[in-house]
Structure formats: C-alpha cells, structure tokens
C-alpha cells in the first residue's frame, strides 16, 4: 500500500491542484476515495451497478444541443471557467461545432458555458491543444446532472453528446 500522503499529492497532480490549497474537508473526502479505491471499489462502480441511481438527475440533451463535456477533475476548484476552458486534446473541427461546453466534477455538471470560439492554444507547453473563448450560461438546466451514464468507465476527460455527424450532413 502506498503512503496515503504520496497518493494525495498524486489525486492533486492530475486534478492540477496544490495539496496544500485543500480544505480539511476536501482532504477527508480526498482519503476516503483514496481508500476506497485501494479496496477495489470507486464511488462510480456503484452508481453505475445500480441504474436507480444512474437515471436519477440525468443529463437529457436537447435535439439541437451539441454538447463537449470536460472533466474537470474530482475537487471543485474557484474558476472553472479556466480548468474547462483550455488545453484539451480535439479536433478543432467537431469541437467547434458545439453550442455548450460542461464542466464536470465527479460525473455532475457543476457549470455550462457557451463557447463563442474555439482556437488551437498558443501556449507553447501544449501545442496542438485546442481552447475556447465564451460565456458562463449559468441558468442553465444542465446544472447538477449527472452525466455519469454517457461516460460509463472511460478514462477519456472529454466526451461529445449531441449530433455532430448530423451537424456535418448539414454544413457540406
């Protein structure tokens, strides 16, 4: 078994967060999660296991909805905007043709924004990723879904719900 503190600084490295910026209850939450996964089970198993849970607050996509989901990471961090906005590796092409851009935080939309542009970065630490310029829709009715079910168990941090193919049928 890992040094819990190791595995801490490890959760905190791929979410993009200092160890040190964690509130006493978003480390306890931190050690539990940690803990349950070292016994084989994830917080997700069990929501997708039982499909009572699953369909429960369910993300329902409107039919001209195209939608990119981005997993943020598994602690909720002040701005979202910046951690959902950049540095993701799509295709300029379809992600360009989503009308909302979600930011989930343990498979629940915690904040949508509406995506004026969509732009290969500039950074030179992350060539060839894409960034978006836009605005927080923050009425919108996707707040608090789950989109747990579209994921299921990919490791893939972004997942594309929505029509593209048939947004491409109409632009040629």
């Known amino acids: 078994m890992m040094n819990i503190e190791r ?3 490890r959760k905190c490295k791929e979410a993009g967060v200092s160890p ?4 006493e209850e978003e480390r306890a ?4 999660e940690i803990k349950a996964e070292q016994q084989g089970y994830s ?11 699953m369909f429960r607050n369910l993300l329902e996509p ?17 701005n979202l905007y910046e951690m959902t906005r950049k540095y993701w590796k799509v295709k300029l092409e379809k992600v ?15 904040a949508v924004y509406i ?6 970065t500039k950074d030179s630490r992350y060539l060839g990723r894409c960034e978006f310029v836009g605005e927080e829709d923050v009425n919108s009715e996707y ?11 990919s490791a893939n941090p972004v997942k594309y719900i929505g029509n593209f193919k048939e947004c491409n049928k109409r632009m040629l």
């Not at 040190?20 to 509130?23: G, H, N, P, Y």
């Not at 707040?143 to 168990?153: M, R």
């Open 7 to 9: 595995l801490i600084k």
């Open 20 to 23: 040190d910026v964690l509130t």
């Open 29 to 32: 939450e931190l050690i539990d």
């Open 43 to 53: 917080i997700l198993d069990g929501i997708l296991c039982n499909p009572e849970i």
């Open 62 to 78: 409107l039919p001209q909805d195209r939608i990119v989901c981005v997993k943020v990471g598994k602690i909720q961090r002040d």
């Open 96 to 110: 360009s043709k989503s009308t909302h851009a979600l930011a989930i935080v343990d498979g629940i939309v915690k």
């Open 115 to 120: 995506p004026h542009e969509w732009k290969h």
């Open 143 to 153: 707040i608090g879904k789950s989109v747990v079910y579209f994921y299921g168990f």
